[in-house]
């Protein structure tokens, strides 16, 4: 698994969006903001909304 797909596990079992972005900030290397894609990205934007959505 890479390292951003372990990422992605991490966020999607987060249940606070302080939380996703802890895991977000301590996860993420420079080495993977440094690539043009991040695989997952587009369903861990999702997920961000549906936290947001939340009451």
């Known amino acids: ?7 992605v596990a991490k966020i999607q079992k987060a249940t606070s969006p302080e939380s996703v972005m ?3 900030r ?4 420079d080495r993977i903001y440094r690539r ?12 961000l909304l549906m936290l947001g959505e939340k009451p």
Do not use: V
């Open 22 to 24: 802890s895991t977000i």
């Open 1 to 7: 698994m890479s390292a951003s797909a372990g990422a």
């Open 26 to 29: 301590s996860t993420l290397s």
């Open 36 to 47: 043009r894609h991040i695989p997952g990205l587009p369903g861990l934007c999702r997920h």
